[in-house]
């Protein structure tokens, strides 16, 4: 009787374990290059499993996924899964040089990818030089078994992953960059899951089809790892309802077309409603600033059935490239699902507040160099005036093991030098960052607002910002200068979106809210790429508390050395 009583509370314990934190999957990831062709030529490419876009990773909610992660290819490589918080565990996060070593070509790094409240659509990339252009997937949390959406359940899930190509190797573009210090070269084409689509040349074949029945719903799983651009969206003759965003849902509102930042994540039902027949979905990029090409990528929506199809589909009219207005007001749009089944937890008193200057700036040019940036300088970034330098071993690594001269902890939490960051000429003194390789510290627990300052240097721009371990609440936004007095009282404390990564609007200003109880080292910045090359980044050091589920996990024991 007694064995039975131990084996019982025994069982009892091992399933209630396994139900609060889910499953333990496991996947392989072998970085190899790869032979592409596309647009007309064809080149080698590091990829996952030799795939483009890589495999994508199916989990729910609270599973833990073991990626071993083997590189066979001929360069470092680290992996980052985008959006997942990954509680005490930040070794696993995969930001080169702040959490990790890059994984050295022939040998093999086992990460934990640990989730918790993710629901939605996250994913996963490349987090080292510019190799998220071809090495990336979508990560898919789905509801737990027994679970329902709060939206109409989907005929099918379709992932959009919107990428971009350059026909010249990607070590290429960016070595060239990196030399002359102007800005990179165009790609030459954007992408819907890997294909350029049948607007551009030789792509006939290479066009993304999706099959819909007549009267079903269907879900975009919609992901933006373009490097460069926020994207426009739109599917002829068809509207999107948003319902999610960044792995939470949202209140479900319909659109024309869906902005998305490069990092983020949208998903949009739509209906088969219209007459049966081919529609191009398309997509383009929104740019206010820096070399482009204004390229449309296609995919076509098939209606099934008997009917003559069109010797072209019809293609939807996007809005114009330079529309800040259909970018910033879809963004505005977005808010928390926030109902009794999906509760949310907005911090409704701030115990540390933070402002940071976003801004494109510039370098003077070495005496021995030739610089073709502005003023024959080179392009730089900064947040609150500080360009990241990268360290020489993670951060992560010289926090846990205090060693010393890695990092300094200086980073400023305001401004270090206040101005009109938003009028029409900046004097030419204020376009000078400064170099560091400065974190800011925070304590355990503590609720942070965090407003991110565009600046007018060199002219402004949207940055689509970034925080790692965390999802923060965007609790306000607006245009020029941020005003601690005034704009508060306009913040949304009731249903703002829960996002990992926001769209701070050109010469404007994003208000963050998120409480620090993910110990850690933790990565912010920019996901546009030229700007976290030339240095828009910095990282946040969350303390840990007092008791044991507030320290971080020790590192595992194939963590890769520098
Ligand atoms: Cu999607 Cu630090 O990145
Ligand atoms: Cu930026």
């Given at each position: 009787m007694k064995f039975l009583i131990v084996y019982f509370s025994l069982l009892f314990f091992i399933c209630g374990f396994v139900a609060v934190h889910g499953k333990i999957l496991r996947q392989r990831f072998v970085l190899q290059d790869a032979p592409y062709t596309r647009l007309c030529g064809s080149k080698s490419i590091l990829t996952v499993n030799g795939k483009f876009p890589g495999p994508t990773i199916y989990a729910r909610v609270g599973d833990t996924v073991i990626v071993d992660v083997i590189n066979r290819a001929s360069e470092n490589i680290t992996i980052h899964w985008h959006g997942v918080k990954q509680p005490r565990n930040p070794w696993s996060d995969g930001p080169a040089?702040?959490?990790?070593?890059?994984?050295?070509?022939?040998?093999?790094?086992?990460?934990?990818i640990v989730l918790s409240d993710e629901i939605g659509t996250l994913w996963w990339h490349a987090h080292i030089e510019w190799f998220r252009s071809t090495v990336y997937g979508a990560l898919v949390v789905l509801p737990n078994l027994g679970d329902q959406y709060p939206f109409p359940k989907p005929a099918a899930e379709i992932p959009i992953i919107l990428g971009e190509w350059w026909n010249s190797d990607i070590r290429e573009v960016l070595r060239e960059g990196l030399q002359s210090?102007?800005?990179?070269?165009?790609?030459?084409?954007?992408?819907?899951?890997?294909?350029?689509?049948?607007?551009?040349?030789?792509?006939?074949?290479?066009?993304?089809?999706?099959?819909?029945?007549?009267?079903?719903?269907?879900?975009?799983?919609?992901?933006?790892?373009?490097?460069?651009?926020?994207?426009?969206?739109?599917?002829?003759?068809?509207?999107?309802?948003?319902?999610?965003?960044?792995?939470?849902?949202?209140?479900?509102?319909?659109?024309?077309?869906?902005?998305i930042s490069p990092g983020q994540t949208i998903d949009v039902l739509f209906v088969a409603n219209q007459q049966p027949s081919h529609y191009y979905m398309a997509s383009r990029p929104h740019n206010v600033a820096g070399n482009f090409a204004n390229t449309t990528t296609t995919a076509i929506l098939e209606y099934t059935g008997n009917y003559t199809a069109p010797s072209s589909p019809l293609l939807p009219t996007l809005p114009d490239f330079a529309d800040e207005v259909a970018s910033d007001s879809f963004t505005a749009r977005l808010r928390s699902l926030a109902t009794e089944a999906h509760p949310i937890d907005v911090p409704q008193t701030v115990d540390k507040e933070l402002l940071f200057t976003l801004s494109v700036n510039i370098f003077e040019c070495a005496l021995n160099e030739t610089c073709n940036g502005p003023l024959q300088g080179r392009f730089r970034t900064s947040l609150n005036n500080i360009t990241f330098v990268q360290p020489r071993i993670s951060i992560l690594d010289a926090y846990y093991n205090r060693v010393n001269g890695v990092y300094e902890e200086d980073f400023p939490q305001n401004p270090p030098f206040p101005f009109n960051y938003t009028m029409e000429f900046v004097p030419q003194l204020l376009w000078i960052p400064q170099n560091g390789t400065e974190v800011r510290v925070v304590e355990y627990n503590t609720s942070v607002e965090l407003v991110f300052q565009g600046t007018n240097i060199l002219g402004g721009t949207y940055h689509p910002m970034h925080l790692h371990g965390y999802s923060f609440y965007v609790v306000g936004r607006g245009n020029g200068n941020f005003d601690r007095e005034r704009d508060p009282s306009s913040y949304n404390l009731v249903d703002p979106p829960l996002q990992n990564t926001i769209a701070v609007p050109r010469n404007g200003w994003t208000a963050i809210r998120f409480k620090a109880n993910n110990p850690g080292v933790w990565l912010l910045h920019c996901h546009l790429e030229r700007h976290v090359t030339w240095g828009m980044e910095m990282a946040f050091i969350v303390r840990e508390g007092k008791s044991q589920d507030a320290k971080m996990l020790p590192p595992p024991a194939d963590m890769p050395r520098c």
């Open positions: 040089y702040i959490t990790q070593c890059p994984i050295r070509p022939g040998t093999n790094f086992s990460q934990r210090g102007s800005d990179f070269n165009a790609s030459n084409a954007f992408l819907i899951n890997g294909q350029p689509g049948d607007l551009y040349p030789c792509s006939n074949s290479d066009t993304f089809k999706v099959k819909v029945d007549s009267g079903k719903t269907y879900l975009l799983r919609m992901i933006n790892n373009v490097m460069n651009n926020i994207m426009f969206f739109k599917i002829a003759n068809h509207n999107l309802t948003v319902v999610g965003s960044d792995a939470a849902y949202t209140k479900p509102f319909t659109a024309e077309y869906v902005a």
